[in-house]
Structures are given as structure tokens and as C-alpha cells.
């Protein structure tokens, strides 16, 4: 299938410098003045390139603007602050819901043409906000954190930058849930409310070429409700134990097209959603038309992620020419009822996977935001639109070397995972293939060099499946 051609920006010819307007890259000067008056004296002109030059720079959020590209020459390290006062509560999207947020350091809604471009390095000072869990780290490296301040939990396994932080979730919480978005009501709980390190919102024509985004508070990368999105040679960095570290979530988004960029983050590398239950399906804005060619993904939950905020809808997806080294699962698609939508018309083709930690390819109908996957439920449930929907999915070529399981199914009674189809599959590792509710599919020409005993593929409650395999 032919996609709509993916529209880049249109950026007028003319250049600025944040010089220009008092911007010091000596590592102690704060730029958010300087920054944002340069973005706006060159969107007053009708737009243009606003460049930033080799230095350290300290600012807070930086607020783009329409026709606007932002431009890192080698050698710029971008630093925001790790002062929660410099970031403004807004109405912005996370989890799958609008919500309120402290402002993202780089911040852009209702714009058009605009890009991030360069050699340089955008660094969120996500340290400053993100909990760490003990069992993320060794004994050396948690007794150092705890030594540096912030506090600990009851429970003695979760550490905080601070009280606010780590008692936020009991003021917003029931803000959520009243669906309340006025920011003063979150005042109290502004460290817990830890940003994306770029968030776009409703934006039009969007490039992201050649820069390093590292070290965010929560996600790295969310454009949300937005079209037309090229994502070419940018680097995506959090470190591993980053809590919510995601690295790049396209949410909601339409005509998508990523390349040659580099994933080694916290959570899910490359993950499309949709929106969350209720407020998602209501939304009813699907992820589609999405591309992605030939990245590397070095660490991350998943290295290619659907879900599980998929109740806006999933569909017209093609991955392919990937490498994924050490992720915990490769391949990932999960949700859970309640969440409706559907994900459907996906194809991923011509994927080398190298020690996954779990399945090279999982679909886990029953997730709870737990690393891994769990094991499927018996219980039947009535169908309505609280039930998510995976259809219409296709492998072709996929190679792994090692893995603790190929492929793993956990479909849902009512609603088996449909249509499935895996063609030429390589596998080396623990065990090979086991689905449960998954109906009328093939798996075909498949190699499974499998170390456990028993059977190499095991099917349970599926219909009308196929396959045809070759091994020891």
C-alpha cells in the first residue's frame, strides 16, 4: 500500500542568531529570555533559522513558534533547568489524556512548519525529577542516590527528589478523575507533574533532523494530535532505569515517517498510541499512515511498541530494516479491556533482533504496565466498545538471535487476536511459540532453534491456525 506523501515544513530563508539577543553559552547564564525573544523576533519577521551555536546553555522551556526552525551547530549542549518554578502548569496530553503538565522544555501547540535541526544535544536534566526504583540499580549505585538528597518511600524502594514529588499522585489523581484542568488545583504537585522533553500538540508539517535528545523528565519525543512528521538521524537517550523513559511516542499522530534514528532509552524505544479508555475513544483520533525505516534500538522495554493507550485506533503502520539489541521484548503490541479501539493493516518486514531479555514478538491483551508479559485469562467478557481490537497484522522476515520466547500470543476469550501472519521467521533461543486466542492465521516457513524440550510451537483455544516450521 502507498501512503500520502509525509509534507515537510516550509521555512522562510532568513537566520538569527540567539547572540543576537544577549544569549551566553558559558555554562551559567540563564537564556530563556534571550531564547524565546529570538524565536519571536524571527517568527515577527514571517519565520526562519534561529541558531544556537557551540556552547553550554543554560534556559528554561523554550516556546516555539510557526514557521520556525531551531538550529544546534555541532558542539551546542542545551541545558534545562532543574528548577520545578521555571515550568509553567498548562493543559497538555500524557498518558493517553489531557491533563495538566508542567510546561515540556521545548513546548509547541496549534503551529505549523516548524523543525529542530542540527548536531547538537537538547538535555532535559531529568534527574531532577524522575523517581528511581531500587531494583533498578545496584546496592552501590542506591546507596550513592539516596546520599545526595531527596527522600525514600515507607517502603524503602523508591527513592524521590522529593516529598512533593513522591506524595503527588494523592492530589492529582482525584484531579483526574473529576477531569479537572484548572493548574492552580495542581499548585502542590508540580514536581510530580514531570514533562515530556518535547511536546507538540495539534501541530502542522514537523522536522526533527540530526539532534540529541537526552535525559528527560518523563517521555522524550510526543508529538500528539498532529500530522505530517518527519524524524530523520536524531539520537534518543535516557538512561536505562529512567522511570517513564520512553523515547519517541507518536500519539494520536497522522502521515508519519521516521529513519535512520537511534534509540537506548528507559521504557518503550519507538511506541505508537492512540489515547486511554474513555477520554481516548471519545477523542477519536487514530495513529496511522506511520513509517519507520532502518534504526537501531540499543536498550528499551520494546523496541517497536503498539499500545497500550490505543482506544483512539491503531492502522496503516510499516515498519521495516530495524535492529534491536537487548531490548526486553522486540516486537510489542499490548492493551487491556477497557481500553476499546483498534490496531489493524500493520506490516513489519526485514527485523534482526540480537539478546532479547523476553519475546521477540509479544501480544499481551491482559497488560498491567508490567515489564514482560503475563499469562492469558480463560474468562470471557462481553464484547462492547470497551474492547480492544487486534487484527490484520503481518511479519515477513524477522530474524532473532536469542530470546527467551519467539512469539507469545495472550489474546482475549471474546476477542481473539485475528489474522496474523508471520512469514520466514529465524529464530535461536529458549523457547519457541505459544498463542492462546489467536484465530484464523498462518505461520509460515518458520526456523526455530529452540534449547527447552517439549513442543516448539503450543497453541491453546485457537481456531483455524496454520503453520509449517523446521527445526532440531
Known amino acids: 500500500m502507498t501512503y500520502p506523501e509525509v509534507q515537510l515544513p516550509q521555512i522562510p530563508d532568513r537566520t538569527l542568531h540567539v547572540t543576537e539577543y544577549g544569549a551566553i553559552g558559558n555554562g551559567m547564564f540563564d537564556n530563556t529570555a534571550a531564547f524565546n525573544e529570538t524565536i519571536a523576533a524571527c517568527a515577527h519577521r514571517g519565520g526562519g533559522k534561529v541558531v544556537i551555536p557551540a556552547g553550554i546553555w543554560l534556559t528554561g522551556p523554550i516556546q516555539l513558534k510557526s514557521k520556525i526552525e531551531l538550529h544546534l551547530e555541532r558542539g551546542a549542549f542545551v541545558q534545562f533547568s532543574k528548577q520545578y518554578s521555571d515550568y509553567p502548569l498548562i493543559t497538555s496530553s500524557f498518558e493517553g489524556n489531557v491533563t495538566v503538565r508542567c510546561q515540556s522544555p521545548i513546548d509547541g501547540e496549534d503551529l505549523n512548519d516548524i523543525a529542530i535541526t542540527g548536531e547538537g544535544v537538547f538535555d532535559g536534566s531529568g534527574e531532577a525529577w524522575r523517581p528511581v526504583k531500587k531494583s533498578k540499580m545496584t546496592v552501590a549505585q542506591w546507596n550513592k542516590l539516596v546520599t545526595t538528597g531527596g527522600v525514600v518511600d515507607e517502603e524503602k524502594e523508591i527513592w524521590w527528589p522529593n516529598i512533593e514529588a513522591m506524595n503527588g499522585s494523592s492530589v492529582v489523581e482525584p484531579l483526574i478523575e473529576q477531569r479537572c484542568l484548572d493548574p492552580d488545583a495542581y499548585a502542590s504537585a508540580r514536581s510530580y507533574l514531570r514533562p515530556n522533553l518535547l511536546s507538540l500538540r495539534k501541530c502542522q508539517r514537523i522536522l526533527l533532523h540530526g539532534v540529541t535528545f537526552q535525559n528527560s523528565p518523563a517521555w522524550n519525543l510526543h508529538p500528539w494530535a498532529s500530522q505530517h512528521i518527519t524524524i530523520r538521524h536524531v539520537n534518543v537517550r535516557n538512561p536505562w532505569y529512567s522511570q517513564n523513559g520512553d523515547g519517541l511516542d507518536i500519539d494520536s499522530c497522522k502521515h508519519v515517517h521516521v529513519e535512520h534514528c537511534s534509540f537506548d532509552v528507559g521504557d518503550d524505544a519507538i511506541c505508537l498510541k492512540s489515547g486511554k479508555d474513555k477520554m481516548g475513544r471519545e477523542l477519536g483520533l487514530p495513529c496511522e499512515y506511520v513509517q519507520i525505516q532502518n534504526c537501531y534500538v540499543y536498550h528499551g522495554h520494546g523496541g517497536f511498541v503498539i499500545g497500550s493507550e490505543m482506544s483512539g485506533d491503531v492502522r496503516h503502520v510499516q515498519v521495516s530494516d530495524c ?131 517439549g513442543s516448539p510451537i503450543m497453541l491453546n483455544a485457537c481456531e483455524h491456525v496454520i503453520y509449517s516450521w523446521f527445526g532440531d
Do not use: W
Not at 498491567?368 to 492469558?376: N, Y
Open 323 to 453: 535492529l534491536f539489541m537487548g531490548t526486553d521484548i522486540g516486537l510489542r503490541f499490548k492493551s487491556a479491556r477497557g481500553r476499546g479501539g483498534v490496531v489493524e493493516h500493520i506490516s513489519i518486514s526485514n527485523i534482526q533482533m540480537v539478546n532479547i531479555v523476553h519475546e521477540a514478538i509479544s501480544f499481551h491483551l491482559f497488560y498491567e504496565g508490567k515489564s514482560g508479559s503475563g499469562t492469558a485469562s480463560h474468562d470471557y467478557v462481553t464484547i462492547s466498545d470497551e474492547t480492544p481490537i487486534f487484527r490484520d497484522i503481518e511479519f515477513n522476515n524477522i530474524v532473532v538471535n536469542g530470546a527467551q520466547k519467539a512469539l507469545l500470543v495472550n489474546g482475549l476469550a471474546e476477542m481473539p487476536v485475528k489474522r496474523l501472519t508471520v512469514n520466514q521467521l529465524t529464530y535461536s533461543g529458549a523457547e519457541g511459540i505459544e498463542c492462546t486466542y489467536l484465530e484464523d492465521s498462518s505461520l509460515n516457513q518458520l526456523t526455530l532453534n529452540v534449547k527447552h524440550d
